[in-house]
């Protein structure tokens, strides 16, 4: 059974998703095409690079998250280094950490930019907040006159991860074409979380797959949603950069009680993530396996009960 997978933004938590691959790979799910924001494009991309749940649970246990939290001394300088950074740097920690693990991950399986993978196989959401725009990566790089087979995966992933204030922005720098009649300064744009814009893009697939009015040739999308199950945790606001902090928190944890209609409800798999926050990189071991088995239990019960629409009829 051939599906399209779109996999939410959430954090850490996204540690969930790979258990619930692993539940709909058993179920006899093939991922012909994936999609992912945030934490979901670290999945989507380990699936196009031809990792399965089963490895990708033995990558998540040889992990330690905390080694994305990586900073210069200075800026570990109780109460005043972490302000400075964001000063200066506009973000708690720099993502390059993050990016360096996925790159090696992606480079095991030979693949390094997207002219490595199928065209069409794998797209990130980021969000271009010079423009105030979505990005569908590879695709929309050619406004900037950018190659889409030419970049790297692992850029990619970073720009979709880069929650605002705690990781940096990435910068990207347009050519050719986009860049004539602009300044220097004006040849860049940040790019930051996709969760900003579209958290869950189960849109996606519905209007870019090629064959999906054609008679015989539907693909059905499957999301993969992380759902709270807790109260919202509440934020202290002792100033602004607190309160920027907050503001961000707010923003990209609400998609994860938002109404979804139920024409795409029932194709999502709905995973519980266990009061677990999207910035908790010091995650103990066992709860991360709890994440872990949490998404293999809903991708257990999703495959268990669901469908695909029948092929239209032919006449």
């Not at 390059?96 to 030979?110: F, H, N, P």
């Not at 190659?147 to 050519?175: G, H, N, Q, T, W």
């Not at 139920?262 to 993530?273: A, Q, S």
Request: proline share 5%; with cysteine; aromatic share 10%.
């Amino acid at each position: 059974m051939e599906i399209n997978a779109v996999f939410e933004g959430g954090g850490v938590k996204g540690i969930s998703l790979a258990g619930a691959v692993q539940a709909s790979e058993q179920a006899g799910a093939v991922f012909k095409r994936m999609a992912g924001t945030s934490s979901g494009s670290i999945i989507a991309s380990l699936l196009a690079a031809g990792y399965d749940g089963e490895a990708m649970s033995r990558i998540i246990q040889a992990t330690v998250f905390t080694s994305f939290l990586k900073r210069g001394f200075l800026y570990n300088t109780a109460y005043v280094g972490p302000a400075l950074r964001v000063l200066i740097k506009k973000g708690l920690y720099s993502g390059e950490a993050l990016e360096s693990w996925i790159r090696g991950i992606l480079k095991e399986k030979g693949i390094v930019t997207f002219g490595d993978l199928p065209r069409g196989k794998l797209s990130i959401i980021a969000s271009d907040i010079t423009n105030g725009r979505l990005v569908v990566l590879p695709d929309d790089l050619k406004q900037y006159g950018i190659s889409p087979d030419s970049f790297e995966v692992a850029k990619a992933v970073r720009m979709s991860c880069s929650i605002p204030y705690f990781f940096d922005p990435v910068m990207l720098r347009m050519s050719n074409e986009a860049a004539k009649g602009k300044s220097f300064a004006e040849q860049f744009v940040y790019m930051v979380d996709g969760g900003l814009l579209s958290n869950f893009p189960l849109w996606l697939f519905d209007e870019k797959e090629e064959g999906f009015k054609s008679p015989g040739r539907r693909i059905p999308t499957v999301g993969y949603q992380m759902i709270g199950k807790t109260q919202p945790q509440p934020h202290r606001i002792t100033g602004p950069f607190s309160m920027l902090q907050a503001m961000v928190g707010t923003m990209l944890s609400a998609h994860d009680e938002r109404y979804i209609e139920t024409e795409k409800f029932i194709r999502t798999v709905k995973i519980p993530t266990l009061g677990i926050s999207m910035t908790e990189f010091n995650l103990a071991p066992e709860r991360s396996d709890e994440l872990y088995t949490a998404g293999y239990k809903a991708g257990e019960a999703f495959f268990k009960n669901w469908r695909p629409l029948p092929k239209p009829t032919i006449f």
